[in-house]
């Protein structure tokens, strides 16, 4: 049968790809796709262990919202992207590095 | 404060300041002058001077046998010493008022034709400021205004001998004659001190004037007593001896007289000038003015001087080739007879002789320089390498050049001394006073008439052999270059009229009625002492005669010489041709021995001042470099070097931690990882 800790299994790897992806990726939008698997991770977590708590569907609800949020969050960050290829033709990270002093 | 010793008499005072201060103005005025109107600046010159000969004229008509005229005014004062400046004016400095500017008059006139328009600016300039200087010199009165202008004349003969400073000779020879006139300035200098220094005054007339300080004074027991105070004897003769350098430098007597030569490097009608009224002229002034101060021994070293310098003078000129060089030893030759004229008292005869020298001397230049332009425009128009001064060039021109020839021929006969010529007057007159003065003397007095006369025969021989080679025989230029298309005449009315008037005045009735005396001349009159005692000896017959017929039969000899070409002559191979002709080695000795030695010593100290000198401050100089190189290796290395250190700490550890500032997000988030994953390892660790 499937237990908690199979789910916690793969919300460990997904949070694990997610970050070699946010990490390696040469490409914004992938960094994004990257975060949004972990974010996905915790919600997988969260769901995971709102089986256990008094309240029923407690877990599920707001995991809804949680994605619900993530989606606002990706628009944001989208727009934020479209901005920087504008401004410097590229959406590679490592390239941007107006950051530094 | 003004004082006039015998009668005031301003407006004559003015004319003679205006005489003498329109050149100066004429000097300024051509000084300002735009260079295209240098025609303008030659007649603006001659336009003043003929203004100024008019003055003096009238300075002259009133002064003259009229006492004197002096008038002064406080110039400053130095301690107790009151510094008068003023002019005086009796017959010498009238005189020589009028012979300066009468003189300079033709000069100028010549020049605006004989210099070209471009140059007579600066020419006339010169020229003008020239005469002032002269001029000014005549008429001052007190030692120190008269230095100054001695100085001036000096000075402005410098800038005209030096004229065409592009030649080389030129520069050269106005050198000689500025340092040869230092060394004369030099003695008047030091005479002055030491007559300023026993008797406390400059003023001539206080000094010199008849019952003047140096009258009054004695010399007794070896000193030299003055109402004053006393020195010891010796520094009377210093004070001669510095009147007499000054003397000598200016009047070329020996063994100053080598600079007057070499001055024919400038203009002709500079040199007509210089040798007959305004430069030469100073010296003979000079004894003129502090005359009384001789006493007999250095009258005969005058004498001496005077007649050795005529004789030598007078050799050289017998050999030289250069028409301007031949001359140039002639006036020497005349000023040693004036100068031993003052020397055997005859002081009459001597400014006397200096008057009518003026004018045919100047006279003979302006002839030459007429002759040397004519040949000058041959040698320009065919290219000729010739030297158009070398008489040697010349002959035959008095078909040619009539007007130019009398004129030469006028000058000569004055300069040899036959009758009815002003130097027949003049120069007849201190020959039989040099006899006088040799009468009842010791027997070796008589050396000094008896050379002069020879001199009188030697003048009489170069001067036929200048007539005979210039004006006789063939054109020798013709002869060496025979297709020669040569116009030669006598030039423009610019050269024709001074010439005529020189001419006029160097024949016997401007100076006596009376041809063959000079005791008639009026000039003579002026000048003669008030005890002179109308010589009625022997030698008023005899010389006179016998010196124009020697003169004749040298003459006559010469022309034997070069007409007849005729071997009467020593060979060039001679010693003695060799003598005269180099000029008595004298400019050679000059040379080899005393430039040689101030060269040599100028040498020496030149080494001094390069190793000695110069060692010393290099020495210095090293030092200071290592001490400095020393503070600036301490300041580079040690107080450098520690805050270098500082800052590439600073920057190290700076740079160290710029680097985590990459700018990349992703950097950033792994740093983050690590530092996450780092305290989870730290944890599970501990």
Known sequence: MITLTHYLLVSAALFSIGIYVVLSKQNAIQVLIGIEMMLNAAILNLVAFGKFDKINNAGQTFALFAIVLAAASTAVALAIILNVYRRHQTIDPGKINQLKD | ?686
Request: proline share 3%; glycine share 6%; charged share 10%.
């Open chain 2, 1 to 686: 404060m003004i004082a006039a010793t015998s009668h005031i008499d301003s407006p004559t005072v003015t004319y003679a300041l205006a005489a003498v201060g329109l050149p100066l103005l004429a000097a300024i005025i051509n000084l300002l002058l735009p260079q295209r109107l240098g025609k303008l600046a030659g007649w603006i010159s001659t336009g003043i001077i003929l203004l100024s000969a008019v003055l003096a004229a009238i300075v002259f008509g009133r002064v003259w046998n009229h006492g004197q005229l002096h008038m002064q005014q406080l110039w400053f004062t130095i301690g107790n010493t009151a510094v008068n400046a003023g002019i005086l004016l009796n017959n010498l400095s009238v005189f020589m008022l009028l012979l300066v500017t009468v003189i300079a008059l033709p000069v100028h006139l010549y020049s605006t034709a004989y210099i070209k328009p471009e140059e007579q600016n600066r020419y006339y300039t010169y020229l003008s400021f020239f005469c002032f200087s002269m001029l000014a010199l005549v008429v001052v009165d007190s030692m120190i205004m008269l230095y100054a202008f001695w100085e001036l004349v000096g000075f402005s003969s410098y800038l005209l001998i030096g004229f065409w400073f592009t030649r080389d000779s030129a520069v050269q020879a106005n050198k000689k004659a500025f340092i040869m006139n230092r060394i004369g300035d030099i003695g008047l200098l030091s005479a002055i001190i030491i007559l300023f220094a026993q008797y406390h005054t400059f003023d001539l007339v206080q000094l010199f004037g008849p019952n003047g300080l140096v009258f009054k004074s004695v010399i007794q027991n070896g000193m030299w007593i003055a109402s004053t105070g006393q020195m010891p004897q010796v520094w009377q003769y210093v004070a001669f001896a510095g009147i007499f350098l000054a003397v000598a430098a200016k009047s070329a007597q020996f063994p100053l007289h080598t600079w007057l030569p070499d001055a024919m490097e400038g203009p002709t009608s500079v040199s007509a000038l210089i040798h007959a009224a305004t430069m030469v002229a100073a010296g003979v002034f000079l004894l003129g003015r502090v005359y009384s101060m001789f006493n007999q021994a250095e009258l005969n070293v005058l004498a001496i001087v005077g007649c050795f310098t005529a004789f030598l003078a007078a050799t050289i000129a017998l050999t030289q080739n250069d028409l301007k060089r031949i001359l140039a030893y002639s006036t020497i030759s005349q000023l040693g007879y004036m100068i031993m004229a003052m020397g055997i008292n005859a002081y009459a005869s001597s400014l006397f002789h200096l008057a009518t020298h003026a004018f045919f001397k100047c006279l003979l230049f302006l002839c030459a320089g007429v002759i040397i332009h004519e040949i000058h425009h041959v040698k320009e128009e065919h290219q000729l390498n010739i030297d158009p001064q070398d008489i040697n060039n010349m002959g035959g021109l008095r078909k040619k050049m009539p007007i130019t020839f009398v004129a030469t021929l006028i000058g000569c006969l004055a300069l040899v001394g036959l009758p009815f010529t002003s130097g027949y007057l003049s120069k007849d007159g201190i020959l039989i006073q040099a006899f006088e003065w040799a009468e009842g003397k010791p027997a070796w007095y008589k050396i000094i008439p008896v050379s002069i006369f020879i001199t009188s025969g030697v003048t009489a021989f170069y001067v036929a052999r200048l007539i005979f080679k210039v004006f006789f025989g063939e054109f020798k230029l013709k002869a060496m270059f025979p297709n020669l298309n040569l116009h030669i005449s006598d030039g423009s009315w610019s050269f024709r009229i001074p010439l005529i008037f020189l001419s006029l005045c160097s024949l016997f009735p401007l100076f006596s009625f009376n041809p063959f005396s000079y005791e008639h001349a009026w000039l003579f009159n002026g000048f003669k002492p008030e005890n002179y005692l109308d010589g009625e000896s022997i030698y008023h017959l005899i010389i006179p005669v016998s010196i124009s017929v020697l003169s004749l039969l040298i003459a006559f000899w010469a022309f034997a010489v070069y007409i007849r070409q005729r071997k009467l002559v020593l060979s060039e191979s001679n010693l003695l041709f060799k003598l005269s002709y180099n000029q008595w080695y004298i400019d050679a000795f000059y040379k080899n021995v005393i430039v040689k030695a101030v060269l040599l010593l100028s040498k020496a100290l030149y080494w001094f001042d390069r190793t000695i000198i110069d060692g010393l401050i290099q020495v210095l100089q090293q030092l200071t470099l290592f001490l400095s190189g020393l503070a600036a290796w301490a300041d580079r290395y040690l107080v450098d070097g520690f805050l270098n250190l500082i800052t590439l700490l600073v920057k190290g550890i700076g740079n160290f931690f710029r680097g985590f500032q990459s700018g990349r997000v992703q950097y950033y988030l792994f740093s983050m990882l690590a530092a996450v994953l780092a305290v989870f390892i730290i944890k599970l660790l501990i």
